[in-house]
């Protein structure tokens, strides 16, 4: 007991001392202090002081994070906008190197989740500028800053929507054109395919970037000491560290020696004309590496007092490059809080390759990015120029995230040119996403849509979600789009998965938005699905990425009844009418509808009214019994995605005259067959009505299903249970029950039951190409299989073990179609098995597995041992990588595995590969605009196309020539990969060059000698040697001959020496040629079993499926001896280090054969025994061997252990 108090009181005082952190202080107090200035001045904010002190000794027990662990945390309340207070758990997160922070104690940042709300992060920082905190939440970002601009006790927390800066220098962004824009654009590349791919992706990577920060010394004088800057620059990092973790795992650290980039003085500084950020930005590369060297950092950033030019300048897709210090920030003379998002975190955007999202902006459309102009106006994302615009202003300031699509380029760029960075590999997982609708849809003009999605996530991870427009198109005014002009703005993400568009408010109101605006005219649309895990410390964003057509050939579909207010009563039949609208036709293809109401003004349509209903324009309904006087009718495609609601009110009261109403336990029905559904009955008396009522279904059933009720005549008041069989349905389909209520003196109550039963039967499955059994398989394959009526989506599995491990196996999941081509090279004289998953959403079933192999070729690598080399910066230069080939064939295939190397404008490069003929066969040629390094390989049979970057490292077919020009050359010389540099003044790094040549061979296939059928009694054991099951080789050994066990027994187990086997185990010729395959019978009853198997040679020849027979028989005679048992002799000492001595326990006196085995089967020592043997072992290694003995007695196997 006494333990318990002492511990209760402890968690009191811990939440005392976090309560008394912060108090409420009334800004009326601080108007004493009315000669202090202020930077900050938000529209809403409260008011709070901090008891600093108390604050510092709380958070001092708090440990450094650990990504992969738990590490001490400290709970630290932190004040919200609304005057409440807020506990977060905190641990130590710090924004600067171990030796920065040793010289600067006094600096400290954390990083902290909610107590409460899993979906609230933090991030702290103080120091001798105070107190400064973030926090991200479902409502909006926070900020807590100091009142004052010299910092005392005083706070206050905001929301950053609150805080519009009003200001008259240049907010645009001066990006350099130097590697981006125009050609540039056109080589972004971005994929629709998620970069994380959904299903079996690898954990999260975090990286860690070293980030040097300068300031101008005009800039560092606003703060007097470099503390102060240090304390400034820290708070900045910390912010930005908020947003680059959350969104694609990665933050920054401020290196070693980063107060040595900070000036306090402009006349001593190394930087000219500090207000000009475009001179700025060619000074910064220079002062930074003439300091701490360019090997000290990854990524730099200048800040400076406000600019004349710009906002803030950025070389895009620098970072890890010789521009890497290449980005400023004009952060002025006011706190650098107000800058952080719209300045600085949108120039590091830059320098991690990202382009604006912005669609128009007057004045300064030279900066539009045409590849990424995702968003219509201004933009509203980071890299968006959101209160710059004028008239095409979606809103005042940027919110702090990026779109999807710049992260697609940060991801990316962080694959090549810009993976410098220090990688851990986290304990998050990517989520899992499903999009239920499809590509390929087309929608009425003029009509609202819906889009909706999931994710799961094994990590338990507070998911959010957003739908983003991912169009470019022409240059549009703010409601006035052209051509595939971006249509809706991006809105931060939140815990809903679907999005209205436009707005609920807008159609409800019948209003029109500027930043929304529904396509009235024939064009593409295209949204991606963005989930963002929010783990803390290294969260990651994943998409799915889905596209439609709007079509003038429909539209606008619309409600035309209920028109104006309505009155209804429950169990009143009622006509819901609308304005089809043409979109029954062959384009929009709307056959049914579904119509749903809403009870709270349509925020939610929780309850169907009709389900799959013909598209014709009218539906009789009859009215729920839910009462409500403010509800809403939506009719929505049921294959579609677009709807429309009713403007009015429908009011729905209780009946005024007698009568009675049954309601159901639900309408809707989702099924998995097989399945029995119960549906609960309960009747409801009006205005005193008391007579029986009779129940019947007066809908033909499916075929297979059956109904029954637990009693079909009820009183009024009274319930019952509707039975629906569905245990004989198998196909996947939807159907209507009508259940019909009948009572005299009362109208009939009829309810529609809604079912969508799902099938789990796939047998209609056919595998067709490659054909099952096939060799000499192209290693680019397309695979092809029949469409099963019960798969809503197929996930495509091949590998070269039918166990279908994650570690080899290629997987590609939830595709549409019924065929696809892999993104991959398949390895030659190789065999694969394969299979297709059929997938819905009750069941996923593996169907049969086919066999095909690759075209046999003996490959060879070369690599050039004349590089490293360097590129020179003065004139056009030809630099030689020389692979040397010594051996003798002619060429059947010729591939450049990979060259690789470094250049600071890759753009002006030409790559051409020369046989030792003379032949010559260009791989690209001056192409990838932007591109800063190579790291690429060609191959004809390559699945990927020619594609930028040259960094990606990725194997495509070659730009320009074909490497068949080589085939039937004589293989033997000097073979060169030559690259030319065309222009002068930048230069590099010819670092490797990979030549794989291939010469084609004849193989020739084992063959199958004994299959016999395996007689064995119930419940029996049985050798399976060589008189059952031979496979013989003219060209390999009965070693060499290697069965794969494809598919095991029913209804026994199969093993090797005692082991048993399962799919994709493996054994020998020789194993069954010594008799340790054993089939057990499990069971007492007589029948039928197998196994499938295949065999290679290890030379490219093999067998294809087989099935072995099992016949299991009262009356079956044994076609082995059998086996000895194990007390027939004594062995010891086992283990053994050498000696083993064998003892005969029979006493027959007999002579015994002596062999010894590997466990592969592998005869190693053989011997002859009488009575008792000493064997030395001597001559083996250390493991495990089989030790046989055999006589005209019969055999005995032992298992024996020799350790060294």
């Not at 400064?132 to 807590?144: L, P």
């Not at 300091?291 to 895009?316: E, K, L, Q, W």
């Not at 007057?362 to 209160?387: M, N």
């Not at 098995?833 to 059929?838: E, I």
Request: aromatic residues 10%.
């Amino acid at each position: 007991m006494r333990i318990c108090v002492v511990l209760i009181l402890s968690l009191l005082s811990q939440a005392v001392i976090s309560q008394n952190v912060w108090q409420n202080v009334e800004e009326s107090q601080l108007a004493l202090k009315s000669s202090q200035e202020r930077e900050i001045i938000p529209s809403s904010y409260s008011t709070f002081s901090l008891d600093f002190k108390m604050m510092k000794k709380r958070l001092q027990k708090a440990k450094p994070e650990n990504l992969n662990g738990k590490s001490k945390s400290i709970s630290l309340d932190l004040p919200l906008p609304n005057g409440q207070v807020e506990t977060f758990i905190f641990n130590e997160s710090s924004c600067m190197s171990p030796v920065l922070s040793t010289k600067y104690p006094s600096i400290k940042s954390y990083r902290g989740i909610s107590n409460s709300n899993k979906y609230n992060q933090a991030r702290i920082d103080f120091g001798p500028m105070g107190f400064h905190g973030v926090i991200f939440s479902e409502a909006g970002t926070i900020y807590i800053d100091p009142y004052f601009a010299n910092p005392d006790e005083n706070y206050i927390s905001y929301y950053t929507r609150d805080h519009i800066i009003e200001d008259d220098y240049p907010m645009s962004c001066g990006v350099n054109t130097h590697h981006i824009l125009s050609e540039a654009e056109k080589t972004l590349d971005l994929q629709s395919e998620n970069f994380y791919k959904s299903s079996g992706a690898a954990s999260v990577v975090k990286r860690t970037y070293r980030l040097a920060i300068a300031t101008t010394g005009e800039w560092g004088s606003i703060y007097n000491t470099k503390e102060n800057v240090m304390a400034r620059i820290v708070t900045g990092v910390n912010r930005i560290n908020m947003i680059f973790e959350n969104e694609i795992s990665t933050n920054f650290v401020l290196i070693d020696r980063n107060d040595e980039l900070i000036f306090i003085d402009g006349s001593t500084d190394p930087y000219e004309n500090p207000t000009l950020g475009s001179s700025l930005l060619g000074q910064n590369s220079a002062a930074i590496n003439n300091i701490v060297g360019s090997n000290a950092y990854d990524i730099g950033h200048v800040f400076t007092v406000r600019c004349s030019d710009v906002g803030g300048v950025a070389n895009p897709g620098v970072v890890c490059t010789g521009l890497k210090a290449n980005g400023v920030s004009c952060v002025g003379f006011s706190n650098i809080s107000s800058f952080m998002v719209n300045t600085t975190a949108h120039e590091i955007g830059h320098q991690f390759s990202g382009g604006h999202s912005w669609n128009n902006c007057p004045g300064i459309l030279s900066q539009k990015s045409d590849g990424t102009a995702f968003e219509p106006g201004s933009g509203s994302t980071i890299l968006s120029y959101a209160g710059s615009c004028g008239n095409q202003n979606i809103k005042g300031t940027n919110d702090d995230y990026f779109h999807v699509g710049n992260l697609e380029q940060f991801l990316r760029f962080m694959e090549t040119t810009g993976r410098c960075a220090e990688e851990e590999v986290t304990d998050n997982n990517p989520p899992e996403l499903n999009v239920p609708v499809g590509d390929g849809l087309f929608i009425p003009i003029s009509t609202p849509f819906e889009l909706d999605g999931s994710a799961t996530d094994i990590d338990g991870d507070a998911l959010t979600y957003n739908w983003e427009q991912m169009d470019t198109g022409p240059t549009s005014n703010l409601g006035e789009p052209m051509g595939n002009a971006p249509l809706f703005r991006s809105y931060p993400p939140s815990s809903e998965t679907s999005r209205v568009f436009p707005r609920l408010p807008f159609i409800i109101n019948n209003l029109e938005s500027r930043f929304e605006v529904l396509p009235n005219y024939d064009r593409e649309i295209t949204f991606r699905f963005t989930v963002k895990d929010n783990h803390p410390g290294g969260g990651i964003t994943v998409w799915e990425e889905i596209q439609f057509e709007s079509s003038t050939s429909a539209g606008p579909f619309r409600v035309t009844s209920p028109s104006e207010i309505t009155f209804l009563e429950v169990g009143q039949r009622f006509d819901i009418e609308w304005d089809v609208a043409n979109t029954d036709n062959d384009i929009i293809n709307c056959q049914f509808v579904d119509i749903f109401l809403s009870l709270d003004d349509g925020e939610t349509f929780d309850i169907v009214l009709a389900s799959n209903t013909p598209n014709d324009g009218m539906e009789s309904i009859v009215v729920p019994n839910q009462l409500t006087s403010t509800g809403k009718i939506k009719v929505k495609a049921s294959n579609n995605i677009f709807f429309q609601l009713n403007r009015s009110n429908v009011v729905i009261r209780q009946p005024s005259s007698p009568g009675f109403y049954i309601d159901v336990s639900s309408n809707e029905f989702d099924i998995c067959l097989p399945d029995v559904v119960e549906i609960e009955l309960t009747g409801t008396s009006f205005q005193g009505f008391d007579e029986a009522v009779a129940l019947e279904i007066t809908s033909p059933l499916p075929e297979g299903a059956s109904v029954s009720f637990s009693d079909n005549n009820i009183s009024s008041t009274g319930t019952a249970t509707l039975s629906v069989d569905l245990s004989d349905v198998e196909d996947s389909q939807s159907f209507v029950l009508e259940l019909l209520a009948t009572a005299e003196n009362a109208e009939d109550v009829i309810q529609e039951l809604n079912f969508n039963v799902t099938g789990t039967s796939f047998d209609d499955l056919e595998l067709i190409a490659p054909e099952n059994g096939f060799q000499g398989v192209d290693q680019t394959p397309i695979f092809e299989w029949s469409p099963t009526q019960n798969a809503d989506s197929y996930t495509l599995e091949i590998s070269k073990s039918p166990r279908f491990e994650s570690s080899n196996v290629i997987t590609e999941a939830f595709l549409p179609d019924t065929s696809f081509l892999p993104n991959i090279i398949f390895d030659n004289s190789s065999l694969y098995y394969w299979r297709v998953v059929s997938n819905n959403k009750c069941i996923s079933t593996p169907g049969e597995i086919n066999t095909f192999s690759t075209v046999n070729l003996d490959c060879k690598l070369y690599a050039a041992d004349n590089i490293p080399t360097n590129i020179s910066f003065s004139g056009t230069v030809e630099i030689d990588g020389i692979a040397k080939v010594f051996d003798v064939g002619v060429v059947a295939d010729v591939n450049v595995k990979n060259i690789s190397g470094q250049h600071s404008d890759a753009f002006q490069l030409t790559g051409t590969l020369i046989s030792p003929s003379g032949t010559e066969a260009v791989m690209f040629d001056q192409t990838c605009f932007g591109s800063t390094d190579f790291n690429i390989g060609f191959d004809d049979q390559s699945p990927l196309d020619f594609q930028c970057p040259l960094a990606a490292g990725e194997v495509v077919k070659p730009q320009i020539s074909e490497l068949s020009v080589f085939n039937n050359e004589k293989i033997d010389g000097e073979w060169i990969f030559r690259i030319n540099d065309n222009k002068s003044g930048d230069g590099g790094q010819f670092t490797s060059f990979d030549l794989e040549i291939c010469a084609s061979f004849e193989i020739e296939n084992p063959f199958i000698v004994n299959n016999n059928i395996l007689d064995i009694k119930p419940g029996f054991s049985e050798v399976i040697n060589n008189d059952k099951l031979l496979v013989d080789d003219n060209d390999n050994f009965a070693e060499d001959l290697i069965y794969t066990l494809v598919v095991t027994p029913s209804f026994g187990t199969l093993s090797l020496d005692g082991t048993p086997l399962s799919v994709g185990d493996q054994f020998t010729q020789e194993a069954l040629n010594n008799r340790f395959v054993v089939y057990n019978h499990e069971g007492t009853e007589e029948g039928e079993d197998k196994f499938i198997f295949t065999v290679i040679d290890g030379d490219g020849g093999w067998i294809d499926l087989t099935t072995f027979d099992i016949n299991v028989d009262e009356n079956a005679v044994s076609a082995t001896t059998d086996l000895l048992e194990s007390s027939t002799f004594k062995i010891y000492p086992n283990p053994t280090n050498d000696l083993l001595y064998i003892k005969d326990m029979s006493f027959k006196n007999e002579n015994w054969q002596v062999q010894i085995y590997g466990i592969d089967g592998q005869l190693l020592q053989e011997d002859n025994l009488y009575n008792e043997k000493r064997l030395s072992l001597a001559t083996l290694s250390g493991g495990v061997f089989i030790l046989k003995l055999s006589s005209e007695s019969g055999t005995a196997s032992y298992r024996i252990s020799v350790v060294r």
